[in-house]
């Protein structure tokens, strides 16, 4: 039980940070029209807890709780990857979520192509991103292009590509410490921001 609390207390941290520690946030935009965030996946943003369940086609889990702040969470296959798709809600409105892609794979240059079927579904669904970003974080790996598997599982490479929108972004980044990759993919509405700074993370109900 105890086990199971430190893990949702870990996973709403998780979640009112992500935006921050991936660096997703509201950029200026250009160009982009009339365009607006309607959806993550199949389900509209805005709505409460209690509808997302409805709407869901997958079995999702119990919320955990942080006052205003809940989240639940389910497994899906997305782009033929399994992935963990998460609902975070605050004040009982879905305001982001994400995908977290559960590859895993001995060849680290194979989640390069990972990232990149990604990006060009994403691309044909949404055109093209106002980022894309490759960032060397230093130049360990800078010399040899064929290292850039190995270079973003230990750190060194970041990649990044931000669809933007008049009210939110979505966001697909690869990155990597201690030889483990992780592909995300974020989906977030400007409101969220509005509201993340107002949640108290250490005052909880757990």
């Given at each position: 039980m105890k086990k199971v609390l430190i893990l949702g207390f870990l996973l709403i941290i998780c979640s009112v940070g992500i935006a921050q520690k991936l660096d997703i946030?509201?950029?200026?935009?250009?160009?982009?029209?009339?365009?607006?965030?309607k959806k993550f996946g199949k389900i509209p943003f805005h709505i409460n807890m209690s509808k997302v369940r409805e709407l869901s086609k997958i079995?999702?889990?119990?919320?955990?709780?942080?006052?205003r702040l809940k989240i639940i969470f389910g497994y899906d296959v997305i782009a033929g990857k399994k992935a963990r798709l998460t609902y975070n809600f605050i004040d009982d409105e879905l305001?982001?979520?994400?995908?977290?892609?559960?590859?895993?794979?001995?060849?680290?240059?194979?989640?390069?192509?990972?990232?990149?079927?990604?990006?060009k579904i994403l691309k044909s669904k949404y055109g093209y991103p106002q980022q894309n970003d490759e960032n060397w974080l230093d130049d360990y790996?800078?010399?040899?292009?064929?290292?850039?598997?190995?270079?973003?599982?230990t750190g060194h490479l970041v990649y990044e590509t931000t669809w933007e929108f008049e009210n939110g972004s979505i966001?697909?980044?690869?990155?990597?410490?201690?030889?483990?990759?992780?592909?995300?993919?974020?989906?977030?509405?400007?409101?969220?921001?509005?509201?993340?700074?107002?949640?108290?993370?250490?005052?909880?109900?757990?």
């Open positions: 946030k509201p950029r200026e935009l250009t160009k982009i029209g009339e365009r607006t965030l079995p999702l889990s119990k919320p955990l709780n942080n006052d305001l982001m979520g994400y995908y977290l892609f559960e590859i895993e794979h001995s060849n680290a240059s194979i989640y390069l192509e990972d990232f990149n079927q990604i990006k790996y800078l010399s040899n292009p064929d290292a850039k598997g190995i270079a973003v599982a966001t697909l980044k690869m990155n990597g410490d201690n030889y483990e990759i992780k592909i995300i993919v974020i989906y977030v509405v400007n409101e969220f921001y509005k509201k993340r700074d107002s949640l108290n993370l250490f005052h909880n109900q757990f």
